[in-house]
């Protein structure tokens, strides 16, 4: 496609993913007649995956991001979806960049269109392409409306709050007596008032992310390091140790922890466990199986040799089960925390601070990115499963 150009949609739900040699934040906005968000659940993003018709999809840095969009579930009153990209790093631009959208039919995968916006330079963020609805049927336009203002301005002009810390200050929206051209840098169209009671981001798109160099590291619920020291990736063997103890004095539990292996695609490679204590030619080993959680340290230890691993392999979700159906409000201390695999040293650790009444819980997850380095991520998002094989799947949404 070309700028401007539009085509008929043949498939009711389509996925747009947006790809390029770097890593991007990937988002989407549902809009009105008047171009603007209802609300900011409009706003689609990493923090806010799901809205009406319209779903984000991470690809855990292996793959690219993407929007999802089922047309039969668009509600009445929107209009247009339109799609955006902005540069993971903080304050980078997209010269010398060219991301790719591909619009593919979300039941078979197959390509409908792609576009490439050209002459790309100081843009920090872009509107990429929109799904459109005209005369009742959805179509899909190659826009490449390029911002200086990041994925900030791009959710403020189309009405969104957005709270980011230190926003760089940007010049004053240009006049233009034609339409805006895909090179535009800055919205022609004035920014909206802020909303009622908006309500913050997590943490702000593509805020940088911490990493080794001033040692080890203790995480938050849905906070990532980079598993670099100095900008280089720092280890090529890791143990990811877990714990618990009983909530109750005297009354053993017997947790089971597991690692899932995942591809590119997030399809699922193989599940290690202590029924199965090696995977993957054996670059994953368990420990084996603590049946009490009594005891000082780690109950049971998943040893990954990084270096080892089978490209197919880019994604890895860390899991506790309770086969014998305990639930997680018995448990008390429950922990995981990674380890160099050659010294020991504890590098990244991760307390379960709260507690759900399920039988299953994603710890963490690795995952590798574009650049060959693995990222740790806390996630403590509990799950009704009582064996690792009942998390194959909500795991792999997670990723």
């Not at 204590?277 to 368990?286: D, E, N, P």
Request: proline share 9%; aromatic share 6%.
């Amino acid at each position: 496609m070309t700028p401007g150009s539009n085509i008929p949609l043949s498939a009711a739900r389509v996925t747009v993913d947006v790809a390029a040699p770097v890593r991007l934040d990937v988002s989407s906005l549902l809009l009105t007649a008047d171009g603007k968000v209802r609300s900011d659940d409009d706003f689609i993003f990493y923090n806010q995956p799901n809205g009406p018709g319209v779903t984000y999809r991470g690809g855990g840095g292996s793959a690219p991001d993407a929007i999802v969009v089922d047309t039969a579930a668009i509600p009445p009153g929107i209009e247009k979806i339109v799609v955006t990209a902005s540069p993971d790093a903080a304050g980078q631009t997209f010269q010398g960049i060219e991301p790719t959208a591909t619009i593919r039919n979300a039941a078979d995968n197959s390509v409908l269109a792609s576009f490439t916006p050209p002459q790309l330079g100081t843009e920090t963020a872009l509107v990429i392409v929109e799904i459109y609805l005209r005369n009742g049927a959805w179509k899909a336009r190659a826009v490449g409306q390029g911002y200086a203002n990041g994925l900030a301005g791009i959710a403020t002009d189309f009405g969104v709050s957005v709270e980011e810390p230190a926003p760089a200050p940007v010049a004053p929206p240009q006049p233009a007596a034609a339409p805006p051209q895909p090179t535009l840098q800055t919205p022609v169209t004035p920014p909206a008032p802020p909303m009622a009671t908006p309500p913050p981001p997590a943490h702000a798109p593509g805020a940088g992310k911490i990493n080794l160099d001033k040692g080890r590291v203790s995480l938050q619920k849905n906070q990532t390091v980079s598993l670099v020291k100095g900008g280089r990736p720092l280890l090529s063997s890791v143990k990811m140790g877990l714990g618990w103890e009983p909530a109750y004095r005297g009354k053993d539990i017997d947790l089971d922890a597991s690692v899932i292996a995942y591809g590119p695609q997030r399809n699922h490679v193989d599940s290690c466990y202590f029924g199965k204590l090696q995977i993957v030619g054996g670059a994953i080993r368990h420990s084996g199986d603590n049946l009490t959680g009594e005891g000082g340290g780690d109950d049971e230890v998943i040893t990954v040799d990084l270096g080892q691993l089978p490209q197919e392999v880019t994604g890895l979700v860390f899991t506790v089960n309770s086969f014998s159906g305990q639930k997680f409000t018995e448990v008390a201390k429950a922990y995981c925390r990674l380890l160099d695999g050659t010294t020991g040293e504890e590098l990244v650790r991760f307390d379960l601070t709260s507690a759900e009444p399920q039988t299953g819980v994603m710890m963490a997850k690795l995952i590798k990115q574009f650049s060959g380095e693995w990222e740790m991520t806390a996630m403590g998002d509990f799950v009704k499963s009582r064996t690792v094989r009942g998390m194959v799947k909500p795991a792999a949404q997670a990723l």
